[in-house]
């Protein structure tokens, strides 16, 4: 059975009808194609699909998407600003923070959510933050870096 839910999604306001049991991961990749979000494990080990509920991260595929209600969410495709990429974007390419990209759009997410929620003054703190994003290229040094340069 269907389920109505009200929600904003990168800044639009969405009006959609859901199965109960549905991840705001599956919602998001499959209902509303927004295909940035990764799915790794699916059980909250790897942090390929995290997201922003209401600035704060969470990873999707443990958040049931009716949970939402009335929240904003931001995927990876609502961090640029147009055109013009976010800071953390731009730093993830200035320092090479990626091989294969899989775990980028998580990896960039809880970057940002790690310098607003204020864990990004040292690499060790940087690295106690983003141990929940798995990266199997081995790209942590150059994720490290590119966050301190946006922190400073
Ligand atoms: Fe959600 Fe791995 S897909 S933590």
Known sequence: ????LRLTIN??????SIEPRVTLLDLLREQLHLTGTK?????GQCGACTVHIDGQRVNS?????????DCNVTTI???ADGDKLHPMQEAFIKHDGFQCGY?????????VACIREGHADSPEEIREYMSGNICRC???ANIIDAIMDVKK
């Open 103 to 111: 775990c980028t759009p998580g990896q960039i997410m809880s970057a």
């Open 138 to 140: 081995g790209a942590y």
């Open 11 to 16: 800044g639009k306001a969405q009006q959609l």
């Open 39 to 43: 799915k790794g494990c699916d059980h």
């Open 77 to 79: 495709e609502g961090l």
């Open 61 to 69: 595929c443990l958040t049931l998407a009716m949970t939402t209600e």
């Open 1 to 4: 059975e269907q389920m109505p």
